[in-house]
């Protein structure tokens, strides 16, 4: 089973890399950019269910003070996930 994690800043957060980014895409011409916000994206192949993801996240793979977490699963190999 192949799993995906989007962990992104929770709102307020200040994200100084994003910041970078948008001034950098309005050096190089790219009018309109008014915010960026960068985030993880992590991917998980697991050999049965998917259980254990959200405890995953919780203890390793995102700060909850800080970070919002999605789970996004996909049954079939090669598939996109939903």
């Known amino acids: ?3 995906r994690v989007i962990v ?9 890399q994003g910041r970078a980014i948008a001034q950098a895409l309005g050096g190089l011409g ?3 950019v008014e915010d960026v916000r960068v985030g ?3 991917e998980l192949s697991l050999a049965d ?8 996240c919780r ?9 919002n977490y ?7 190999p090669g598939t996109g996930a939903a």
């Open 1 to 3: 089973m192949k799993v």
């Open 8 to 16: 992104t800043l929770k709102p307020g957060v200040l994200d100084p």
């Open 30 to 32: 790219f009018a309109g």
């Open 40 to 42: 993880k994206l992590i």
């Open 49 to 56: 269910d998917a259980g254990q993801v959200d405890e995953m």
């Open 59 to 67: 203890r390793l793979l995102a700060n909850p003070v800080i970070e």
């Open 70 to 76: 999605r789970i996004e699963t996909s049954d079939a």
